[in-house]
């Protein structure tokens, strides 16, 4: 397949210096351009054309997110957001994922050297993951094989896998959903769907901690829908969803006939957390039939083993069609499993899934 090809933009040279070094540390990167700002950047694409963009957000002359703009609405390549907002300003790097943004994350720190090389394996990761991504015009209204790889976890790290079978059905549906890179978009078009009295909902979005809290509030504004952060003990109710914070897996429970969830620390799943696998386990086990489990775009396999207890469990289950997915992975890999019965355009899954809990 050959190596992923990268244009590197920032206005740092030393930080232009260091990311260069530290993608071409990973053997599967080449580095074939860099420049200091975004009119440098365009002369560049005049001779090369990368697979993947990494691009700062400060900078001369023109701003990153104006400059990602005019990429996504004119020659769409995938753009890695890596700035220090990724840090401290949650609201420019939701912009920066509705313009079009494959990631953001922060720019690498130099502390000590297990910190240095974790920053290493993920930036290098997420660009390779980025290079298969999907980019259509937009209308705007990692691994260093020196350095230590953390096993790959299963949802058995943190809620053991029920050998019940699932409870009769009841009157209440819950909806769980999952979604990684190309989600926030995805999930605006999936909640806009619904009316203000839909069953209630449970949703995973790979995001980072600093996000989860913006991007509810967000959802909350533009759909009928009640959207909120999960806190721990939320009641799952009727016309609310309720999304799993950064850095914590968010798990559905039952008491008596009241749905609630618990927000917990603990391992990386899939090398995520929140994971979507944990939370599908959660509503295998405790809602069975009484749920119906959605898996929208996104990078990996996380969320695919869950998808089909859920399905074993009774649920119904539905995935995005690969047309429609900025990455046909995770809806890809619950497919090959077998644990879907309706693949859909992301378009139809709203209406669809109402038709269903119907």
Same mark, same amino acid.
Not at 17 to 26: A, F
Not at 183 to 208: N, R, W, Y
């Given at each position: 397949m050959g190596k992923v090809k990268v244009m590197v933009v920032d206005d740092s040279a030393?930080?232009?210096?260091?990311?260069?070094?530290?993608?071409?540390?990973?053997p599967a990167i080449e580095v074939v351009a860099s420049a200091a700002d975004p009119f440098a950047a365009v002369e560049k694409l005049k001779k090369v054309v990368p697979d993947v963009i990494t691009l700062d957000v400060e900078m001369p002359k023109m701003d990153g997110l104006t400059f990602l703009k005019k990429i996504m609405t004119q020659h769409p390549i995938p753009v890695v957001i890596i700035s220090t907002l990724a840090e401290k300003d949650s609201d420019t790097a939701l912009q920066a994922y509705e313009f079009g943004a494959i990631d953001v994350i922060e720019k690498p720190k130099v502390n000590t050297k297990d910190e240095i090389e974790r920053s290493q394996m993920e930036l290098c990761e997420k660009i390779k993951q980025a290079a298969g991504a999907r980019v259509q015009k937009k209308e705007i209204t990692s691994i260093d094989t020196k350095g230590y790889v953390p096993p790959k976890l299963s949802a058995d790290a943190v809620l053991e896998k029920s050998t019940v079978r699932s409870m009769v059905r009841t009157t209440e549906t819950v909806i769980a959903v999952g979604a990684?890179?190309?989600?926030?978009?995805?999930?605006?078009?999936?909640?806009?769907?619904?009316?203000?009295?839909?069953?209630?909902?449970?949703?995973?979005?790979?995001?980072?901690?600093?996000?989860?809290?913006?991007?509810?509030k967000r959802l909350d504004?533009?759909?009928?829908?009640?959207?909120?952060? %999960?806190?721990?003990?939320? !009641?799952?109710?009727? /016309?609310?969803? @309720?999304?799993?914070? +950064?850095?914590?897996?968010?798990?559905?429970?039952?008491?008596?006939?009241?749905?609630?969830?618990?927000?917990?620390?603990?391992?990386?799943?899939?090398?995520?957390?929140?994971?979507?696998?944990?939370?599908?386990?959660?509503? %295998?086990?405790?809602?069975? !039939?009484?749920?119906? /489990?959605?898996? @929208?775009?996104?990078? +990996?396999?996380?969320?695919?083993?869950?998808?089909?207890?859920?399905?074993?469990?009774?649920?119904?289950?539905i995935a995005q069609d690969e047309a429609s997915c900025v990455v046909f992975g995770m809806p890809k890999e619950a497919i090959k499993l077998n644990g879907v019965e309706k693949v859909l355009p992301l378009a139809e899954i709203s209406k669809h899934t109402l038709k269903k809990v119907k």
């Open positions: 030393l930080v232009r210096q260091t990311l260069i070094s530290v993608l071409e540390s990973d990684s890179t190309g989600g926030t978009e995805a999930l605006k078009t999936f909640l806009s769907g619904f009316p203000a009295d839909c069953p209630g909902m449970v949703i995973v979005q790979h995001m980072p901690e600093q996000f989860t809290k913006q991007f509810a504004d533009l759909c009928k829908v009640t959207v909120k952060e %999960a806190e721990n003990g939320d !009641k799952v109710l009727r /016309g609310q969803a @309720l999304l799993a914070p +950064g850095g914590k897996h968010l798990m559905l429970k039952r008491s008596g006939a009241v749905y609630y969830v618990e927000v917990i620390d603990g391992p990386l799943v899939n090398r995520h957390r929140p994971s979507v696998d944990v939370l599908f386990r959660s509503a %295998a086990r405790y809602a069975g !039939k009484n749920a119906l /489990g959605v898996i @929208l775009t996104g990078m +990996g396999d996380d969320g695919a083993k869950g998808m089909l207890e859920m399905k074993e469990a009774g649920a119904y289950t």
